[in-house]
């Protein structure tokens, strides 16, 4: 029996923050993930950074000095933390400043006027282990900026977009990791459009533009790309791993800032990627990625049921305050191609059973108070986050009692905890391979993740029969009859039969199930659209609509 302590623990340990994950507000300065190491106390930024970045920067850094030539960037700078030297300053300072007392200078496209004597001064303001990072719009000019006899190197790093933060990186030459990004989605387009999201999807077709690359200077003994930077090599080499000779290359395509950046590896003379290193983009998302890190060796030791389903931890650590996991490369093609080509319905059925044949072996009973009290705490910051009405609480209330009154204990399963689509590969086989274990908890609930891949696969569905809305997609093909619902009955009766759920269970976790995605979503949501955010509508709709022809199915295991 599990302890009530740990009933859906990861779950409630979460802190759901309103609007903390809101889209495009991601950190800045992504060309610090390509430093030999990102620790840099003493940073010089030369031009107009962006407060994202200055604020990434200065996060590890003791002192960030900007030399900025406007009164509106001094706004800025000082938002962030820095201060900022006016350009007809900049001389001054520099001849004031002592020697060897920075450790980073940054240069940027638009520093230009003040840049010659920024260069000048490096012989001497430059710590012996410190970098120079130059961002260029046409032609490379590698060299320049380089201190003289200083035993540094300088490496070309290729980089998307032509402005704004970097989505992607490749070393110069490096044709086979780029094409690898390319081929997976992860490049990002090379160019930057401003207007809508059309217009940045036809970006990723512009041929054109103005290439953008990064010149960085270090110390001899270190590394950057085309190799793993210095700092990830020596979080493997303490877990026995060698990776100084792999080819890397960086992807940050990321639009939210609980997204990882990527670092994407592979040996001198293969073809395919042997591991990819997550790393995150801000300590507040550590917690994340560090329960993907714990969730991947939990599942090692399931047995052959995981066995190459998914990633394997290779190595983790942290670097400058960031979690960092290194794991396995994974093969196959997005679940959302397979789809789209008419050919879902094995890797649909394979997807379905590993969930359910997941769930029962990792089954442990739980007391249903316990769950119930669990339940009732998850409810409080629904209800404080997303205001339900009268109604819509009471429904929840009563799940949640109906729960507590279960004479028999709930079982808990290993829970994925955002098993979309989107989170599949399907490989030659039509075996599934499961991503992203960042929300998962040891002690879960049951059903919630089978409910959240059938609600996936319903959208998947009506896409492709030509409806765009959700929320009508997930009526049309979860609630009412449609060619889903066979799979979907049949799929809810298999798991709880070999669960030993009472089918008085399945409505109530079904609600809840909502109720859960509807508070996640929230921190992905301005406060004041919260009521009508995706899932908030989905679990309104759940209970107008309980009584639609698959849902009564569901709920009325006479009906099916």
Not at 93 to 112: E, H, M, Q, Y
Not at 188 to 208: D, H, K, N, W, Y
Not at 269 to 298: F, G, H, I, Q
Not at 370 to 390: K, Q
Request: aromatic letters at 6%.
């Amino acid at each position: 029996m599990i302890d009530a302590g740990r009933v859906l623990g990861a779950t409630l340990a979460t802190e759901f923050a309103p609007a903390s994950n809101l889209k495009g507000k991601v950190a800045g300065a992504a060309w610090r993930y390509l430093l030999p190491s990102m620790e840099r106390r003493r940073v010089v930024l030369v031009g107009r950074p962006s407060t994202a970045t200055i604020a990434a920067v200065g996060a590890v850094a003791d002192d960030v000095v900007v030399l900025g030539p406007t009164t509106g960037h001094d706004r800025a700078a000082g938002s962030g933390g820095a201060r900022t030297v006016p350009g007809a300053e900049v001389q001054q300072w520099l001849t004031a400043r002592p020697a060897g007392s920075v450790d980073l200078v940054w240069i940027g496209p638009d520093g230009a006027g003040i840049a010659a004597s920024v260069e000048a001064a490096l012989d001497r303001l430059l710590d012996v282990d410190g970098v120079v990072v130059r961002e260029r719009l046409g032609p490379s000019l590698a060299g320049q900026g380089t201190p003289r006899g200083s035993g540094r190197v300088v490496a070309t790093v290729d980089v998307r977009p032509d402005r704004g933060e970097i989505r992607s990186a490749v070393g110069r030459g490096d044709e086979a990791s780029a094409r690898l990004l390319e081929e997976r989605g992860l490049a990002g387009p090379p160019i930057r459009l401003p207007g809508p999201r059309r217009l940045s999807t036809l970006a990723g077709r512009f041929v054109g533009g103005r290439p953008r690359s990064l010149e960085i200077a270090i110390p001899a003994a270190q590394a950057t790309l085309a190799a793993p930077p210095t700092y990830l090599a020596e979080i493997a080499a303490e877990a026995g791993i060698d990776i100084a000779d792999h080819h890397c290359a960086l992807s940050a395509v990321g639009e939210y800032n609980t997204q990882k950046v990527l670092f994407v590896l592979r040996p001198p003379e293969a073809a395919e990627p042997t591991m990819v290193v997550k790393l995150t983009r801000d300590p507040s998302v550590n917690r994340r990625l560090e329960t993907e890190r714990d969730a991947l060796r939990r599942l090692e030791e399931v047995g052959p049921l995981t066995g190459g389903r998914v990633p394997r931890v290779l190595f983790a650590g942290r670097h400058a305050g960031l979690a960092v996991v290194g794991e396995s490369a994974v093969s196959g093609v997005p679940f959302g191609d397979r789809t789209r080509a008419g050919t879902d319905h094995g890797p649909a059925s394979d997807a379905l059973a590993w969930f359910t044949g997941l769930a029962e072996e990792t089954a442990r009973p739980a007391p249903a108070g316990a769950v119930a009290d669990a339940l009732r705490d998850l409810f409080g910051r629904y209800a404080a986050l997303c205001h339900p009405t009268d109604a819509e609480a009471a429904g929840l209330e009563a799940a949640i009692d109906a729960v507590a009154r279960s004479t028999s204990p709930i079982p808990l399963v290993f829970q994925h905890g955002d098993p979309g689509t989107w989170n599949l590969l399907v490989g030659t086989d039509d075996r599934v391979v499961f991503l992203d274990w960042e929300n998962a908890d040891a002690a879960g609930m049951p059903l919630w993740d089978l409910l959240y891949l059938l609600r996936s696969l319903a959208v998947g569905a009506a896409r492709r029969a030509g409806v765009r809305r959700r929320l009508t997609a997930v009526d049309r093909f979860l609630f009412d009859d449609s060619p889903l619902s066979g799979t979907i009955v049949d799929a809810v009766a298999v798991y709880t039969a070999r669960l030993g759920i009472s089918s008085d269970l399945v409505e109530p976790l079904f609600h809840l199930c909502w109720m859960h995605q509807a508070l996640k979503e929230a921190t992905r949501t301005d406060p004041a659209r919260v009521r009508n955010a995706h899932f908030n509508r989905l679990l309104r709709l759940g209970f107008e609509r309980r009584t639609a022809p698959t849902l009564r199915r569901l709920f009325a295991p006479g009906d099916r």
